[in-house]
């Protein structure tokens, strides 16, 4: 089973009018949206927590970090009547789930080989809550002056997983830093990782103008972007209060999921704290792929079919828990850098929603 996935054009080119846009034509989809992540922050959260006060915080922070954005953030809400705050609020939910609860979960796998004289494979898993399960979309933005970015994101979000014209692909994986911790207490809202994305969609023509761009990031969520482009080129940037850490290819491969590789990042992890996952995921896949780099997608997709009851690749809900929490592979994307394109399906590696898998004691 699974959505189907929606994909949408936009046909007007300036940063408002786009999302005006597209707030008309998704407005129930957008509001959904806002909706399950008010339910979601407050779920999560350790102790009382305000989430207009949060989502104040994160309008304020969008619009003194990235005014283009925020420009298309306010088309967005006018489009589908809601305020811009409340869009802020999705565009900025890993920074305002990281202030309710600075170890939530940990969600992601990512894999890029290199293969030489041949286009690179990049592939993710998506790992979020199930209650969001139709809430995304594939979003192509053309620009005036030619370029093109296509993204797969939430409903609202400007960004997610994507690829541009000229051949640079990101991908998110998110991390845990005590450093967070800090930042968070003084009520700050950095740049919204999802933003970041955009941005390096919306601007890079390289790994290295990628990482430039993500590296000048003020942020308050530990993230890992990841990027790929088409010369065969791939980076992985570890974002944190005192970072960046960078993550390059080991003999061309690079696994990554939800705990700091870099020496820069290693010392501040907190991944530890909320589970074995992360380890186990990034050891099955390098595990996978120790004597044959992958070559295609599917040899990938095929690798993260892979199920534990402490938390595989493909990941699926433990269904004795309260169902806001329920927690899956929502999509697996593809990204072909020569092609400028994203291939994704709903649900996890394995194709399915729900899979019975004993909760660990
Ligand atoms: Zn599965």
Known sequence: MGTVTITFTSSVLSPHARGVELGKRFGDEVAATVASYRRLFETVALGPFDVDLWSDRAWTSIQRVAPQNAEEI???????GLSAEQVASVNARTEIVVAANPTGRTECSTVVSLPPGRTPVAVQTWDWYDAMSDGWLCWVIPHP?????????????LAKIGVNDRGVGVMLNMLHHRDNAAAVATGEVGHPVHLISRSVLDDAASTSQAVEIASGARTSAATALTFVDDRGDAVSVELFPNGPGLVRATD???????????DEGRDGCLASTIGVSTELRRDHLLDAF???????????????????PDGGVCRHPFTGTDPVLWHRTL???????????????????????????EQPA
């Open 74 to 80: 306010a088309g967005i809400a006018e489009g589908a």
């Open 145 to 157: 002056d030619g370029r093109v970015v296509r993204t797969v994101t939430e409903f609202g979000m």
């Open 252 to 262: 061309r491969l690079l696994v990554r999921t939800n705990h700091f590789v870099s």
């Open 290 to 308: 120790a004597g044959h780099r992958p070559t295609s997608a599917e040899e990938v997709v095929a690798a993260m079919t892979h199920h534990l």
């Open 331 to 357: 999509a697996t994307v593809a990204i072909d850098v020569r092609a400028r394109a994203l291939h994704v399906r709903p649900d996890g590696p394995c194709g399915h929603r729900m899979l019975t898998v």
